[in-house]
């Protein structure tokens, strides 16, 4: 824990961003601020695309409301403050839940302090780590079997970070129809609230200038860790690393990143469907397999991989794997292989978040940006390969769910 604490002091003291709070006080103070003195009314056009106004939803933007009248220095502490107690209840949570001959709490603990995308977002003042708390919440749910209530947990989730929409098609692809439901009715309770708060046309342009824009284009900014992300800075080396506007795609561009999806979103597909068609593997405590704990990280990996728009601290989102492998309840397969792929993503996943100084016309800039830049990106992908893996040989015929428990013991 000592290693572990200094190396958290030193991440808050080295991460980005320079501006304490700034995306707090960039998007959701001052808008907040202006629903407060002016009513429900647009926020655009301005200088930043979709970083200074409505975040989401513009109904979200009153939950800020009550943080306003304590002035931007004290909300901005008191929004940190809320969001250090979501992350110790995260943790508590996950903890709890872990398998009695784990111990994992002190590990796991240490993982939360020295996690730099972590530490990346609560000086930026975003809501990712809370986001991550609902995450868990929803999971433990599901695995309580109360899926109408984790589905309106996910649906939380998927309004605050719209790529975790892709939990809503799993959910029907798989038809788990309460959790499909749960989530329906939490977004389009919050779709209805904000065009009855806001009037159509206000989210429909919040639409047009925060979503769209982003569609079949690339961020090459450096914290855009996703398929798309990688591509462009391919192209753009180490030009572009602090540009965060959308640009066009190359034609390469977009040939490389339909064929990446194709096949992780066409991988993914066969090998759920493959795990349906054989053997169920031993169900978990509650009322999930353990095939369906692999599965729900797995979306969650890939909904990372594949947005056209995930930030660096969107990689907390994967202290949920870490803390369910801690405790014993992600059961990966349990050999040498898997052992060093989860290791190398913990490792990568937990990196701090910095400015790499790669800028010039050298052979390292160049390289750096193409390579070592995309850290989290490649440590997600270790990820996800050994939840392959492991679905791969948990449904073989007579696996008999082998490995399923022992991995995270190791």
């Known amino acids: 824990m000592l ?12 991460s980005e961003p320079a501006q ?7 998007a959701y103070y001052p808008t907040a601020e202006m629903l407060l003195q002016s009513g429900p009314r647009a926020t655009w056009p301005s200088d930043e695309l979709c970083v200074s106004g409505f975040a989401n939803l513009p109904v979200v933007a009153w939950l800020f409301a009550p943080l306003v009248p304590l002035g931007q220095a004290g909300a901005g502490w008191l929004f940190f403050s809320l969001g250090v107690a979501a992350t110790l209840a995260t943790w508590l949570l996950l903890t ?9 709490g002190w590990t796991l603990l240490s993982l939360f302090l020295i996690n730099g995308p972590l530490v990346n977002s609560l000086r930026e003042g975003n809501i990712t780590h809370i986001v991550l708390f609902f995450l868990v919440t929803a999971l433990l749910l599901w695995r309580a079997g109360r899926d109408y209530a984790a589905g309106l947990v996910l ?5 605050l970070k719209l790529p975790l ?14 959790v499909a439901a749960g989530g329906a009715t939490t977004i389009g309770a919050t779709l209805l609230a904000s065009i009855a708060v806001f009037g159509p046309d206000i989210n429909i342009g919040w639409y047009e200038y925060c979503v769209e824009p982003f569609v079949g284009r690339a961020v090459p900014a450096f914290n855009v860790q996703s398929v798309d992300g990688f591509l462009i800075r391919l192209t753009t080396g180490d030009a572009l690393l602090r540009e965060w506007d959308p640009i066009e795609l190359p034609a390469a561009h977009a040939v490389a990143r339909l064929a990446i999806l194709a096949i ?6 066969y090998l759920l469907r493959r795990a349906d068609r054989r053997e169920p593997m031993p169900r978990a405590t509650g009322a999930l397999s353990v095939r369906d ?4 990280v797995l979306v969650l990996t890939l909904a990372l991989l594949t947005s056209p728009l995930a930030w660096t601290h969107y990689y907390l989102l994967l202290l949920l794997a870490w803390g369910l492998y801690l405790g014993g309840r992600l059961p990966l397969t349990d050999d040498a292989t898997t052992r060093w792929l989860v290791r190398g993503s913990i490792v990568l ?4 978040v910095v400015i790499v100084p790669v800028e010039g016309s050298s052979w390292w800039s160049s390289l750096a940006a193409r390579t070592i830049v995309s850290a989290w990106f490649f440590g997600g992908l270790l990820l996800l390969s050994a939840l392959v893996r492991s679905i791969w040989h948990a449904t073989e015929p007579g696996s008999g769910g082998r490995g399923t428990e022992t991995s995270a013991k190791r």
């Open 3 to 14: 290693p572990a604490a200094a190396g958290g002091i030193a991440l808050w003291l080295l």
């Open 20 to 26: 304490l709070f700034s995306d707090f006080y960039k």
């Open 96 to 104: 709890r839940s872990a398998r009695p001959d784990s111990p994992c």
């Open 155 to 159: 649906g939380v989730c998927a309004v």
């Open 165 to 178: 929409l892709l939990y809503g098609i799993y959910f029907l692809a798989r038809r788990r129809w309460l």
């Open 264 to 269: 992780l979103y066409g991988g993914a597909f």
């Open 293 to 296: 704990v692999l599965e729900f």
């Open 349 to 352: 996943t937990s990196l701090p």
